[in-house]
């Protein structure tokens, strides 16, 4: 715990307002000659999965309406997976989480077109199957994110409040929308903006609700998120996501470790060199439920 402080460079007093808050802005985590670096081999393996798709905005489903999503890069673009593995971004999710090992959930990057419409508030552990909700999701803009843009707001203190209602996002699982915000543990909590620089890392806890504003720039709003989770967590028993790629890839039933290929351990790790990746790669743009998801 000790060293993924250290390695990390939070405070004491930055782990203490993400316990808190249940997100954290960290300006200038990384310099923008990193972002630079990173956000091409990022952009490269966005342009690759996404070069048969010449849809408009328009004739999207309202889910790919709200952002361009592809998931697991790592898996298929080695370079991506030097920045997915950042010795530095993993020590901090470590951190935040309080604990001394943390394996990678996923990473994706979330491209929020010019007209793309908003993100629905929602919080991220009722879309995992997971028995716990020891995850940290690290929200990284390849440039400024301002108002107009897709800024993204953090219910403050959501993440203490036992609230772990499915919100869906874009209708993605054909469900009712439901606004969590309106929920009586929810509703008279502060929901905060953060407007983001280049080199900034917003961290967020899995029971965060967070929400985006629509783009409404001329540009695409580029952001590369990933997740990781505490070791030792099971795939739930009875989860309200029966279905979840890379679970299923790995064999990992209800109730069993989750591990493998595809959750290898993101710090610390004993080499500099990264994990090998999965056999079987997802699909190229979507959730990615399992195989069958309709986005395949």
């Known amino acids: 715990m000790t060293t993924a402080i250290k390695q990390s460079n939070l405070s004491q007093e930055q782990i203490d307002r993400f316990q808190k808050d249940g997100f954290l802005l960290v300006e200038n985590f990384f310099s923008n000659e990193e972002i630079d670096l990173y956000s091409q081999y990022v952009d490269q393996a966005v342009a690759y999965r996404t070069a048969d798709d010449e849809r408009p905005l328009a004739d999207k489903i309202l889910y790919e ?4 999503q592809c998931m697991r890069l790592w898996e298929d ?6 920045f997915t593995f950042h010795p530095k971004l993993c020590a901090a999710a470590a951190a935040l989480l309080k604990i001394d090992c943390v394996r990678l959930w996923h990473d994706q990057a979330l491209y929020k077109e010019s007209g793309g419409r908003k993100t629905d508030a929602h919080l991220d552990f009722p879309f995992w199957p997971v028995d716990k909700d020891d995850l940290i999701s690290a929200w990284i803009p390849f440039a400024d994110v301002g108002p107009g843009g897709g800024v993204m707001s953090y ?3 959501s993440h203490r409040s036992g609230v772990t209602e499915f919100a869906d996002i874009g209708e993605l699982h054909d469900d009712e929308m439901y606004d969590i915000l309106s929920h009586p543990k929810i509703k008279d909590l502060p929901v905060i903006p953060v407007q983001a620089k ?3 890392v917003i961290f967020h806890h899995a029971c965060t609700v967070h929400l985006a504003d629509a783009n409404e720039t001329a540009h695409t709003r580029r952001v590369f998120t990933t997740a990781y989770m505490a070791d030792g967590l099971r795939r739930s028993i009875g989860a309200r996501v029966d279905r979840y790629f890379s679970l299923d890839r790995d064999n990992i039933i209800p109730g069993e470790l989750v591990k493998g290929p595809g959750h290898p351990v993101a710090w610390p790790r004993s080499s500099e060199k990264l994990p090998p990746p999965p056999k079987i790669l997802g699909p190229k743009t979507g959730f990615g439920a399992s195989e069958a998801d309709k986005f395949q």
């Open 198 to 200: 280049k080199g900034c």
């Open 65 to 68: 309406q709200t952002f361009t």
């Open 77 to 82: 673009h080695p370079d991506v997976a030097l």
């Open 155 to 157: 219910v403050q203190g």
